[in-house]
């Protein structure tokens, strides 16, 4: 097949230079792609300029599935990878490197001989999972499918090459084979995308002859029980699964792939160190770790890193804990229930939740932020919502009387953090009128040049513009 394909480009790209060469004679103002000095996206080399230059298995484009094609765009500067399915973080599988309880990575291939069975011939490529070697290209001899002659002619250069492909195979393979060669001969044009113009304008022969592709079809034929990239939660498969992550629908359709559901058995992350907790020895420690999953080993893993350093003298772990740990031990404690719609053991709110300020209160029920000015919103653990944006109660006179007491008083030399500290103890109101004030007198000058609290005229003139309003906020700390 390759021979024929190479046969066409080459009489197309004669009939092509002579065809430009005719046009430079006319006019010889052409660019300067035809000095060879432009780039050539689509000569399937990647010349300087490009990214790309022909499409790639998915795997090779990143951390995806095999199965589809990462293209190559039109102007050759990257490549487009909507059609492949992006693998989970914690899926080792695919990151080019062989890790433990893995047999092989995504590329790797072995020769078919060296695998168990009678097989002669062919290379055996890493499945999809890196748990062991695919033989859908090996061959026993004279028993080549349909699809297993077409790979095989599609690799030759010449017509005996093609002979000696067609003679491997079975009768039925033969048969199926001669039907699509001849019909993709007849229809697809030299330069099309043989895999593409063969469905289309061969669609019969071609799922005869590759009739595990009709996975990916979008459609659930007669033997499948799902669609490439259907995903399905993992409880819906009973209450043997932890209620995250998601089934995916395997590479032929057939059933779902679980290797993403984690068992309702395993431990969370906040469980393994409860566990942990209660060993005296490492041999009880690793049974512990070996009880959870990934994502929760890793959230462990950033939580004990905290405790190691900041809480290994703590005389009361719990209070360490949340003084110096607070973020990393709440991430462990909720990371299987933080999004789930529900407030859970550990949370006090949801993903994507908020209230007004004003209803947030202290430990004794009162009120710490004022109300009907902003909303909080719950944080990435659902352990409490984050109140940047509210305000609290002094007044601007108030703030100045902070500013006396914290700050050693307004001058040229005050902490600018220690003004704003007392500043985000305002009110709506409070907050506004001290800093405005504040900030005029820093940006004005008087006639001698003097600027900020240093000029007298400046700190009169923001007391005529800026109105410094008396709250006596019950609730205002100063």
């Known amino acids: 097949m390759k021979k024929i394909v190479y046969v066409l480009i080459l009489v197309f790209s ?3 230079v002579l065809s430009c060469s005719s046009k ?49 765009n039109a102007d050759c500067t990257a490549y487009d990878t909507v059609q492949c399915q992006k693998r989970p973080d914690d899926d080792l599988c695919g990151n080019f490197v062989k890790d433990d309880k893995e047999t092989c990575e995504q590329g790797e291939t072995k020769p078919c001989t060296e695998l168990p069975g009678s097989y002669e011939t062919g290379d055996a490529a890493c499945n999809r999972w890196c748990t062991g070697w695919d033989p859908t290209n090996c061959s026993t001899g004279g028993n080549k499918t349909c699809a297993q002659i077409f790979t095989c002619v599609d690799a030759c250069t010449d017509d005996a ?24 001969t007849g229809n697809c044009a030299s330069g099309a995308d043989k895999e593409e113009c063969m469905k289309e304008s061969c669609n019969d022969e071609y799922y005869s002859c590759y009739p595990n592709e009709k996975c990916g ?26 209620p995250i992550n998601e089934a995916i629908c395997n590479s032929t359709c057939t059933d779902w792939d679980m290797y993403a559901c984690i068992d309702k058995d395993a431990l969370t992350c906040y469980q393994v160190y409860e566990c942990v907790e209660k060993c005296d020895n490492s041999e009880c420690e690793e049974e512990c770790i070996g009880k959870t999953w990934p994502a929760a080993k890793a959230k462990y893993d950033t939580m004990l890193e905290c405790l190691d350093k900041e809480c290994s003298d703590a005389p009361v772990m719990e209070v360490c804990m949340n003084e110096f740990c607070k973020f990393q031990t709440d991430a462990c404690k909720t990371h299987l229930t933080c999004g789930n719609s529900n407030i859970d053991m550990y949370e006090n709110c949801e ?4 209230v007004d300020c004003g209803t947030i209160e202290d430990e004794q029920g009162e009120a710490m932020y004022e109300a009907g000015t902003a909303n909080a919103f719950c944080n990435t653990n ?17 703030i100045k009387t902070c500013v006396e007491q914290e700050c050693g008083g307004y001058s040229n030399s005050a902490d600018a953090d220690c003004l ?22 820093q940006s004005c000058s008087d006639s001698d040049g003097n600027k900020a609290f240093d000029s007298k005229t400046c700190v009169d003139e923001a007391n005529k513009n800026y109105d410094c309003g008396v709250s ?7």
């Open 14 to 16: 004669v009939l092509f």
């Open 24 to 72: 430079k004679d006319d006019n010889e103002s052409n660019d300067s792609d035809s000095t060879g000095d432009g780039p050539k996206c689509g000569n399937g080399v990647i010349d300087e300029g490009e990214i790309c230059d022909g499409n790639i298995p998915c795997w090779q484009a990143g951390h995806f599935y095999p199965e589809f094609e990462a293209k190559c």
């Open 420 to 441: 704003e500290e007392c500043e985000s103890w305002g009110s709506q109101l409070g907050e506004g009128e001290a800093s405005g004030w504040r900030k005029f007198i």
């Open 382 to 398: 659902c352990t409490e919502y984050i109140t940047l944006m509210c305000f609290k109660f002094c007044s601007c006179s108030e």
């Open 217 to 242: 079809n979008g459609v659930i034929d007669e033997g499948e029980k799902c669609e490439t990239l259907e995903t399905k939660p993992c409880q819906d498969f009973g209450e043997d699964w932890q």
């Open 161 to 184: 090459c093609i002979e000696g492909c067609r003679g491997q195979g079975s009768e039925q393979g033969l048969e199926l084979f001669n039907a699509l060669y001849e019909c993709w």
């Open 472 to 478: 006596d906020h019950e609730k205002c700390p100063y």
């Open 351 to 354: 993903k994507g939740e908020s």
